[in-house]
């Protein structure tokens, strides 16, 4: 079993920084690749960002590359999602999440998740 809590949200003005963090338990947690994903008002949940099973190759979104970046911290257990550039499209409650593997662009391949941190991006 994995549990996941995330931290870090609030609200930022256009082309500010957040950096979300994510602090992970489990006897199991090496067994997981971690990733973030968002939801939008009224929209689905969309992926963001994540780790390959191995930790050696990161995936982004379109919308985010360039801009996000997904690392963690071993020692602490904690996967981060720094953000800059930030734009108002940006706004959505954020979560990370773990899977075993699977397609790491589909929320159908996480198993567990955290209860998700509020971000807003004001113009």
């Known amino acids: 079993q994995v549990q996941l809590v995330e931290s870090g949200g609030g609200l930022v003005q256009a082309g500010g920084s957040l950096r979300l963090s994510c602090a992970a338990s489990?006897?199991?947690?090496?067994?997981?690749?971690m990733g973030w994903f968002r939801q939008g008002p009224g929209k689905e949940r969309e992926f963001v960002a994540a780790?390959?099973?191995?930790?050696?190759?990161?995936y982004y979104a379109d919308s985010v590359k360039g801009r996000f970046t997904i690392s963690r911290d071993n020692a602490k257990n904690t996967v981060y999602l720094q953000m800059n550039s930030m734009q108002p499209e940006d706004t959505a409650v954020y979560y990370c999440?773990?899977?075993?593997?699977?397609?790491?662009?589909?929320?159908?391949?996480?198993?567990?998740w955290g209860q998700g941190t509020q971000v807003t991006v004001s113009s």
């Open positions: 999440a773990a899977r075993r593997g699977g397609d790491w662009r589909s929320s159908y391949a996480y198993d567990y």
């Open positions: 489990g006897r199991a947690f090496s067994m997981y690749a």
């Open positions: 780790f390959s099973l191995g930790g050696i190759s990161t």
